[in-house]
Nanobody, 123 residues
Framework: QVQLVESGGGLVQAGGSLRLSCAAS????????MGWFRQAPGKEREFAAS????????RYADSVKGRFTVSRDNFKNTVYLQMNSLKPDDTAVYYC????????????????WGQGTQVTVSA
């Protein structure tokens, strides 16, 4: 069992930066692919970024590539999302995710979710 607690959300002006953190409990944290999803008002939850259990491999949605960086510290059981050059379209609730896998159709499945943290980017 893994519990995830996000922090670091808030209000920022367009062009600004935020760093989200996700603290995980559970002994198997460092065996999971971890990542971040986001859900904007009136839209479905979407993938943003993921990182392998070693940290050597990362994936990003096209919409955040080049602006967001996902990282992890397995000693601290924490995964991070550094968000730069933020845009109003980045406004969403950001969810930490653990045990991300691809199903047979190539869709991502998530074993564990955090409760979410709000990120609001003003124009």
């Amino acid at each position: 069992q893994v519990q995830l607690v996000e922090s670091g959300g808030g209000l920022v002006q367009a062009g600004g930066s935020l760093r989200l953190s996700c603290a995980a409990s559970g002994r198997t944290f460092n065996t999971y692919v971890m990542g971040w999803f986001r859900q904007a008002p009136g839209k479905e939850r979407e993938f943003a970024a993921s990182i392998s259990w070693t940290g050597s491999s990362t994936r990003y949605a096209d919409s955040v590539k080049g602006r967001f960086t996902v990282s992890r510290d397995n000693f601290k059981n924490t995964v991070y999302l550094q968000m730069n050059s933020l845009k109003p379209d980045d406004t969403a609730v950001y969810y930490c995710a653990a045990d991300i896998r691809l199903d047979q159709r190539g869709s991502r499945t998530v074993g564990y979710w955090g409760q979410g943290t709000q990120v609001t980017v003003s124009a």
